[in-house]
DNA sequence: CATCATATTCGGCAATTGCTGTATGATCCT
DNA sequence: AGGATCATACAGCAATTGCCGAATATGATG
């Protein structure tokens, strides 16, 4: 695990926390992501439980930044004390080695998402499947380059930290290699949506495929820009 | 360009922001590389421009994740509306494509640092050339890894936004192939630091070579760890 | 049911921030 | 020389934060 990992992770939690309408939620989120109680969390920082819980709790509004950068490198240095597992885990996922114009754009939730507001966000339209479901993410892929590029194994990090997330493809023409690719692959995502897509257009296939692999399929005619910019808002 | 690489270059700046010992010199680093001024971002953030300056003077030295998000959000949009060329530039530097094990790390300085501040920082000896310098960043390299791995397009890359800038190359066995590389590509950096050598086992080109291209070398025998720990922390 | 660990709430208060508005100085352009 | 632009310093003040400590709530365990 390289130093220049380990300052990269703390850069995307500092910038994560930062930019965040409720800084306490992603806080929480990269503490319990750590294994970090907020005791031990006190303790690393020399100050009282009940400063952690009112932060995370959102009793601040607007944290100042010593004490962002103060939590973030507790937590990175208690795991460090411990091996640096989740660095590594974590660090892992900013080194993505994927083109930027594979993988649009990826989020992880600080915490679970109804589906339905996600589709809603998108003026997405279910095809199948439940959407009384929950996800902690999504990735935004370019479809065809996803398909073409990707190896197996980079397949399987557009899931970032849980497969209980959307996928987003792209400039579909039917669904059906999306699917496809899914279906040959060990992970399932909770859910597919197919950006470009009227439901008409939609590969006869896809709804088995979905249906065996028990995921939700939507589609979106909103523009990818438009994609990427009102899920970021939701 | 992508909406997804605008979302991460905005939290690349807020990270940096955050977990800056002087959050107003990297607000003004991000603003003048953006080649905006203060009058404009206050327009654009709808308030007085004394406030900006504030900030950026150190008059506040733990600014809330509020406002740092409202001027990084700022920067950002200014620069769409403009077309968006600087968030290509620096978004552009993200995306390494790079193995982590390659760039070991990299750092933009919010404001020019004495080359001597460097070379000390981590128990330099200077072998050659100017030290009166001032750099505005460095990249820790590891050395095999990036000449056998790195085409000539990568390899330009690890300069960063700057080619003022020390490169460290790790664990070298005589510095002279680093050299050589610098040598025969377009770009030169300030310094070169050889890791892992000590003065006497610098191979006789190394010299001749630095002279030649005007880039001051020097040597370090701290490990690699230390190197990069002690550089974040200068 | 008792105990323990973890988490949350909340009162309190000194310190700091967010922000306006005014004054001042430097630089550039006409 | 004068005006415009850019930047900085600073007084002032309402609002908010940083943090402690006590009390309370919740869930797990024996």
Avoid at 101 to 110: M, N, P, Q, R, S
Avoid at 146 to 153: C, G, T
Wanted: proline share 4%; aromatic share 6%; glycine share 8%.
């Amino acid at each position: 695990m390289t130093p220049g990992l380990r300052n990269r992770l703390a850069e995307k939690m500092a910038g994560e926390i930062t930019l965040s309408d409720s800084p306490g939620q992603v806080f929480r989120k990269w503490r319990t992501g750590f294994s970090i109680s907020q005791g031990q969390l006190a303790e690393q920082l020399a100050v009282s439980p009940s400063l952690i819980s009112d932060y995370e709790s959102g009793r601040r509004k607007s944290p100042g930044t010593v004490i962002v950068a103060r939590i973030v490198e507790s937590l990175i240095s208690i795991d460090e004390s411990r091996g640096g597992n989740n660095i590594r885990k974590y660090g892992s996922l900013l080194v993505t080695g994927i083109a930027d114009d594979v993988v649009l754009d990826i989020h992880e939730y600080a915490e679970p998402v109804a589906l339905t507001s996600l589709i809603g966000a998108i003026n997405g339209v279910t095809i199948c499947g439940n959407t009384g479901q929950t996800i902690y993410g999504y990735t935004v892929v370019n479809s065809i380059r996803a398909i073409m590029e990707l190896s197996a194994e980079e397949f399987s990090r557009i899931y970032g930290w849980s497969t209980e997330r959307a996928l987003i493809f792209t400039e579909v023409s039917t669904g059906k290699s999306p699917l496809v690719a899914i279906r040959v692959t060990p992970f399932k995502p909770r859910c597919v949506v197919l950006q470009g897509l009227s439901r008409e257009k939609v590969h006869p296939a896809v709804v088995p495929m979905a249906e065996r692999d028990r995921i939700t399929v939507a589609v979106t005619e909103l523009a990818v820009d438009e994609v990427i910019r009102n899920l970021r808002s939701a």
